[in-house]
């Protein structure tokens, strides 16, 4: 099993910056792509961003591109996920996950929860 912590969540006002953090431990060499979700009061889970473990690929829903940014750090243990931009909109519980089947960074979108990890949250609230 891949155990997910995720920090960095908070209160912003519109137009402001946070960046949310993951911290991947256990089995990390089960995983090969790691992505962030998000869910907001009354809606489903959707899925926000990715990345391939090995980070060189990634992969975002239109309504996060040119705003938001994924990347890891070198010791391939943490993920990052930089939101500029913040709109009222962007308001949810952010996810992190980890995919444990093989395939590109967008399969990690779709993929069954018996073939992912989760995190168990951080809340992002944007005042508008």
């Known amino acids: 099993q891949v155990q997910l912590v995720e920090s960095g969540g908070g209160l912003v006002q519109a137009g402001g910056s946070l960046r949310l953090s993951c911290k991947a431990s256990?089995?990390?060499?089960?995983?090969?792509?790691m992505g962030w979700f998000r869910q907001a009061p009354g809606k489903d889970r959707e899925f926000v961003a990715a990345?391939?473990?090995?980070?060189?690929?990634?992969y975002y829903a239109d309504s996060v591109k040119g705003r938001f940014a994924i990347s890891r750090d070198d010791d391939e243990t943490t993920v990052y996920l930089q939101m500029n931009n913040l709109k009222p909109e962007d308001t949810a519980l952010y996810y992190c996950?980890?995919?444990?089947?093989?395939?590109?960074?967008?399969?990690?979108?779709?993929?069954?929860?018996?073939?992912?990890?989760w995190g168990q949250g951080t809340q992002v609230t944007v005042s508008s």
């Open positions: 996950a980890a995919s444990l089947r093989l395939g590109p960074p967008s399969a990690i979108a779709t993929l069954d929860d018996a073939e992912r990890s």
């Open positions: 256990g089995r990390t060499s089960s995983a090969y792509a």
């Open positions: 990345i391939s473990w090995a980070g060189g690929s990634s």
